[in-house]
């Protein structure tokens, strides 16, 4: 079972409707907004469920819940996919996270520490 443990959320509004993205991956947008973030962009993990304009909050530090886009293995760094669900990183991805649970398949729900998309997996 996925499990959390807050260190530091943040909230923001969201820049479209978030009602059905909570443990997926935001990024803050050019107008100081939450977004889904984009495959192997730099993101945190969205706490609640906002509708566009009201504000949200995603664990920006500390172990959070995510859904997996693909199996992920315990240990893995995370990143987003297309859909902001987490996947393994590979060469060139910004690292999300470090998944403390593997997921055996898509929309899993594990837990991983959150990094904030501190930089790229290295070559």
């Not at 949200?56 to 297309?82: F, H, P």
């Amino acid at each position: 079972m996925a499990y959390m443990n807050d260190v530091f959320d943040h909230s923001l509004q969201a820049a479209v409707d978030l009602s059905a993205s909570q443990y997926l991956f935001v990024t803050v947008d050019s107008n100081g907004k939450w977004a889904l973030s984009g495959a192997g962009e730099g993101g945190y993990s969205m706490q609640d469920k906002p509708e566009a304009d009201q504000w949200g909050e995603a664990r920006v530090l500390g172990i959070a819940k995510i859904k997996a886009g693909a199996a992920v293995a315990a240990g893995a760094y995370v990143t987003s996919d297309a859909s902001a669900k987490a996947v393994t990183a590979t060469t060139g991805d910004v690292v999300n996270g470090h998944a403390l649970q593997a997921a055996s398949a898509a929309d899993e729900v594990i837990s991983i520490i959150v990094s904030g998309g501190v930089g790229a997996v290295a070559a």
